[in-house]
Structure formats: structure tokens, C-alpha cells
């Protein structure tokens, strides 16, 4: 089922794509309205959904257990509610590293697999399909981070730090695209993220389905491109300086409406 759903995106996203690239002079806005018609991501939606509710792992146990913050099994709401520290573990969160504790603790698939895995390869591609679905059922409600809890504040700084942190053989830091307004690299607008508005658009528009190579990416996938573009040390799947920028952009875009999954370039 899996590699039929990726066969029909890539086909959609071709379709997508293919008239824009024909004319001579590309019209964005108008390729950005295209690209929000219809979202190929509903295809990774409707795996993650069968992904949660299948018995899978060492356990033979599903994840309709899963608690990610407002209850055991409680889906609707979740994702615009995290990063958010969880007594349980008493760590801060974001969805992925959540969804990979609950794979764990319920299922009994390691951690390990996961963190040393490949995007969109094995379990981590799972988790991927999981995250599709977990996002759509907070589409359309109202980014609601709570920084109160003093290691929120901690990774909300650490964030903070880490986006203004310049390292690489470019000397780049995460401001060094996000921190002015109107800027774009080809087709894609760079959100000011600086600014809570900005910082609303970054984050609530990620994860998103991918047209220019018919993939979907979560936001620790697309934090780790971010890294890897500046040409510096890859971050760690779900670690911590991955989880405090998502708590830094979340918590700074608090009150904006969730527009997950997006639909990119």
C-alpha cells in the first residue's frame, strides 16, 4: 500500500509542477495557489492513520494508547498544543521524538532504529506517515505552545541561541535567511522569524508535502536540511537543539492558525 500511495503522489506531483515550469516568466503567487489545490499529503495522512491504529513491534500493540499531552489516544488538538514537556519523561517534546517514545514504550520498537535511521526510510519513514496524520487533525485550530514550565523556558532559549548561532563553512545561521522580510529563494518565500508572524508562517506551515521531489517532510527533516545547507554538522534526529528551534518558532508563532500539512515547492 505504501509504495502505491508514493507512486500517486509522485504522479500528482508531476502534474503539479509540470505547468509552471513551461511558462517563460514564473508567476509565484499564482504557483503557490496552484500548489495549495489539493495536497498530496493526504496520502501520507491516510497511512499514518492506519500506521496508528495497526498492531505493529515486538508488543503487537498499536498506538491508540499514545498519549501526546492531552490524553491517552487524544489526536484532535494535539500537534498545535507541542513542543510541550511531558512529566512522563520529564523532557520537552516535539511530535516526532513523542511519537518515537510512545513506538517504544508501547510497541516496543527501539528508539535507536529510529534515531539512526534514514528520512523517509524504515520506521523513521513511519514516523513520518504518523506525524501526516497527527497534523491534520490540529489543521485549522490555533497555535497553543506552553512555555510556562521552566525547561520550555530552557529550550526556548536554547532556540533562540541556536538561530542566531553562525557556524558551517558559510558562516550561516538559521537568521541568516529568516531574519529580514520579503526574501525568497527561487519559488519559496523565506518567513521573517524574527517576527511572530513570520514565525507563525515557518511553523505552521511545515510539515508539508514537497512537489520538486514528490516527498513528505516533517519539521525535524526539514531542520536537518536547514543544517546541512549551511554546511555544517548534521543534527541528530530528534535532539535537542532540533526540538528547541521547533519550541523557539512555536512558541514565538503562539496564537496563529495551523495550517498543517503544507504543500511546498
Same mark, same amino acid.
Given at each position: 500500500?505504501?509504495?502505491?500511495?508514493?507512486?500517486?503522489?509522485?504522479?500528482?506531483?508531476?502534474?503539479?509542477?509540470?505547468?509552471?515550469?513551461?511558462?517563460?516568466?514564473?508567476?509565484?503567487?499564482?504557483?503557490?495557489?496552484?500548489?495549495?489545490?489539493?495536497?498530496?499529503?493526504?496520502?501520507?495522512?491516510?497511512?499514518?492513520?492506519?500506521?496508528?491504529?495497526?498492531?505493529? !513491534?515486538?508488543?503487537?500493540?498499536?498506538?491508540?494508547?499514545?498519549?501526546?499531552?492531552? !490524553?491517552?489516544?487524544?489526536?484532535?488538538?494535539?500537534?498545535?498544543?507541542?513542543?510541550?514537556?511531558?512529566?512522563?519523561? !520529564?523532557?520537552?517534546?516535539?511530535?516526532?521524538?513523542?511519537?518515537?517514545?510512545?513506538?517504544?514504550?508501547?510497541?516496543?520498537?527501539?528508539?535507536?532504529?529510529?534515531?539512526? !535511521?534514514?528520512?523517509?526510510?524504515?520506521?523513521?519513514?513511519?514516523?513520518?506517515?504518523?506525524?501526516?496524520?497527527?497534523?491534520?487533525?490540529?489543521?485549522?485550530?490555533?497555535?497553543?505552545?506552553?512555555?510556562?514550565?521552566?525547561?520550555?523556558?530552557?529550550?526556548?532559549?536554547?532556540?533562540?541561541?541556536?538561530?542566531?548561532?553562525?557556524?558551517?563553512?558559510?558562516?550561516?545561521?538559521?537568521?541568516?535567511?529568516?531574519?529580514?522580510?520579503?526574501?525568497?529563494?527561487?519559488?519559496?518565500?523565506?518567513?521573517?522569524?524574527?517576527?511572530?508572524?513570520?514565525?507563525?508562517?515557518?511553523?505552521?506551515?511545515?510539515?508539508?508535502?514537497?512537489?520538486?521531489?514528490?516527498?513528505?517532510?516533517?519539521?525535524?527533516?526539514?531542520?536537518?536540511?536547514?543544517?546541512?545547507?549551511?554546511?555544517?554538522?548534521?543534527?541528530?534526529?530528534?535532539?535537542?537543539?532540533?526540538?528547541?528551534?521547533?519550541?523557539?518558532?512555536?512558541?514565538?508563532?503562539?496564537?496563529?492558525?495551523?495550517?498543517?500539512?503544507?504543500?511546498?515547492?
Amino acid at each position: 500500500m505504501k509504495k502505491q500511495l508514493k507512486a500517486i503522489a509522485l504522479g500528482v506531483g508531476v502534474a503539479l509542477a509540470a505547468p509552471v515550469f513551461a511558462q517563460e516568466e514564473l508567476n509565484f503567487d499564482a504557483y503557490r495557489e496552484m500548489l495549495a489545490d489539493g495536497n498530496p499529503a493526504e496520502l501520507y495522512e491516510m497511512e499514518g492513520e492506519e500506521l496508528w491504529r495497526t498492531a505493529r !513491534g515486538p508488543k503487537n500493540a498499536t498506538l491508540e494508547q499514545c498519549d501526546l499531552g492531552l !490524553g491517552a489516544g487524544v489526536v484532535a488538538g494535539a500537534a498545535a498544543q507541542l513542543p510541550r514537556f511531558f512529566k512522563d519523561t !520529564g523532557k520537552v517534546q516535539d511530535l516526532e521524538s513523542r511519537l518515537m517514545h510512545c513506538m517504544e514504550t508501547l510497541q516496543g520498537i527501539p528508539s535507536e532504529e529510529i534515531v539512526k !535511521g534514514r528520512f523517509l526510510q524504515g520506521e523513521r519513514g513511519k514516523v513520518a506517515a504518523l506525524v501526516a496524520y497527527v497534523v491534520t487533525q490540529s489543521k485549522g485550530e490555533k497555535i497553543a505552545v506552553d512555555l510556562s514550565h521552566p525547561k520550555m523556558k530552557e529550550m526556548y532559549e536554547l532556540g533562540e541561541k541556536a538561530f542566531y548561532y553562525r557556524t558551517g563553512a558559510m558562516d550561516f545561521s538559521c537568521a541568516s535567511c529568516h531574519s529580514q522580510d520579503d526574501k525568497r529563494i527561487r519559488a519559496t518565500q523565506l518567513p521573517n522569524i524574527t517576527k511572530p508572524e513570520g514565525a507563525a508562517a515557518g511553523w505552521s506551515s511545515w510539515p508539508a508535502y514537497r512537489v520538486s521531489n514528490s516527498q513528505f517532510w516533517t519539521m525535524q527533516h526539514r531542520l536537518w536540511d536547514c543544517f546541512r545547507q549551511q554546511r555544517t554538522a548534521e543534527p541528530i534526529f530528534a535532539s535537542d537543539v532540533t526540538i528547541a528551534l521547533s519550541v523557539f518558532m512555536a512558541g514565538k508563532g503562539n496564537g496563529a492558525q495551523a495550517q498543517w500539512p503544507g504543500v511546498k515547492r
